[in-house]
């Protein structure tokens, strides 16, 4: 039965999306796949045919989105497993980037994955079933990297709307999962899927460093493996009760209980303060 799901994955032409992507077709899945250039989609998996549907799909129009959701519906006739997978990573500080810049990146990140979101809500509502995966970032729930406020913003901006989001699906049979990955060996910091700053200011050593550690050591040499990480995603979609928060990779799991530390001592440091705003009984 698993094998007549309707999967439906965004930025699915490189990266964990073209992996996952090859694997559900592998597995006996039907699978839409969406990017910016359909043909992309085409040179890496194949022509359309009965369990694949290659869609060219501009995230940040609504419209276009709405438009590629009711192709698939009546491609497949129902679509079971949501993954927003397509992002990119804009580094620069707070202070050099543009507004273009800082828009763009959430034009993408967040508005493009609600614009999805929107589109295909109706259909897994209705039919009372389906499942939604949020692909995050570790980044989405520990910001403290110079350089990278803005990505991380965008994340954790996922990740607040993901929470509300398993609220108000599961009432429909509809489970929602927020994936925090850690660093995986895909092409996400190569030229193309990484965007640097228009205009670098170079007093800010923290972040050139920070910049070039992940430009010219990370990548290339990420702990996780993508192949992996897709098997993950498809256990996951077995499960009969996911969980709304899945931290993908021991380097996430290191980061997100630094995080619970950092903020467990604030707690406990600062709770006489902090509890003192009551009105008096």
Request: charged share 25%; net charge neutral; with cysteine.
């Amino acid at each position: 039965m698993n094998t007549k799901k309707v999967w439906f994955i965004t930025g699915a032409s490189k990266g964990l999306g073209l992996i996952l992507t090859k694997k559900l077709l592998l597995q006996g899945y039907k699978v839409v796949s969406t990017s910016r250039n359909k043909q992309s989609l085409i040179k890496e998996i194949g022509e359309e045919n009965e369990t694949f549907l290659p869609i060219e799909m501009d995230l940040t129009n609504n419209e276009n989105v709405k438009t590629a959701i009711e192709a698939t519906i009546n491609h497949f006739g129902r679509i079971d497993v949501l993954v927003n997978n397509a992002g990119y990573s804009q580094i620069g500080t707070l202070e050099e980037l543009s507004e273009e810049e800082v828009e763009n990146n959430f034009k993408v990140n967040v508005f493009g994955t609600l614009n999805v979101i929107r589109n295909t809500s109706k259909y897994l509502r209705k039919q009372k079933s389906g499942h939604i995966f949020n692909i995050a970032s570790i980044g989405g729930y520990i910001g403290n990297f110079a350089g990278f406020g803005i990505y991380c913003s965008t994340k954790f901006a996922v990740a607040g709307f993901t929470e509300a989001l398993a609220e108000e699906m599961k009432a429909f049979g509809v489970h929602t999962t927020l994936v925090y990955p850690g660093y995986f060996r895909t092409n996400f910091l190569s030229k193309g899927s990484v965007k640097t700053p228009n205009n670098p200011i170079e007093e800010y050593k923290s972040a050139r460093e920070m910049e070039q550690a992940h430009l010219k050591d990370i990548d290339g040499n990420q702990p996780n493996d993508p192949e992996k990480g897709a098997e993950v995603l498809i256990t996951l979609n077995k499960q009969e009760n996911p969980p709304v928060h899945f931290f993908m990779g021991e380097d996430a799991h290191h980061y997100a209980k630094l995080k619970i530390d950092v903020i467990q001592q604030a707690l406990e440091e600062n709770r006489t303060l902090g509890t003192s705003t009551g009105f008096k009984k």
